[in-house]
């Protein structure tokens, strides 16, 4: 979970309405200078990315960083790139589990500092929800929002 001393770069709210998150993650991310640079400026995109299992380490796909402003040619521009995640055995093989049993997947839901200043990656181990999910969703956020509202006034 995100702590007061940690900040958040970009996040996937989308992700948040699609899917029901069953846990949350926080894990680091292999990033290269260029990557690192531009992230720092606020130019990457969360959505539409997801995570896979390829050969028992996870890599994150189309996350989209904008590096227009460190490569010098067309050829170097590899804005969607897969990037590894960092996580031990123990924690490969429990994500595993339950994505081959239960049918879930993961989801980046932000990209965040941690206390250190590293770039951080919180992913979401989740189901996709139905449309007919996604409306009851939809009703529960608008009945607590109007209930705040009354609630103030």
Request: hydrophobic share 35%.
């Amino acid at each position: 979970m995100v702590k007061k001393s940690q900040v958040i770069i970009t996040q996937n709210r989308k992700a948040r309405f699609d899917y029901q998150i069953i846990e949350k993650l926080e894990v680091g991310i292999v990033l290269n200078g260029a990557e690192v640079k531009s992230i720092r400026k606020g130019r990457v995109a969360l959505n539409n990315s997801y995570a896979i299992d390829k050969k028992g380490e996870f890599w994150i796909k189309n996350l989209f960083i904008d590096l227009k402003d460190y490569k010098k040619g067309i050829e170097d521009l590899d804005n969607i790139r897969p990037k590894k995640l960092l996580l031990n055995k123990d924690e490969i093989k429990k994500i595993n589990l339950k994505i081959k049993q239960s049918g879930f997947t993961m989801i980046p839901l932000d990209l965040h500092y941690n206390s250190k200043g590293f770039i951080k990656v919180l992913i979401g181990i989740s189901k996709g929800r139905k449309k007919s999910d996604l409306r009851e969703y939809k009703k529960q956020q608008d009945w607590k929002r109007e209930k705040s509202r009354l609630e103030k006034g």
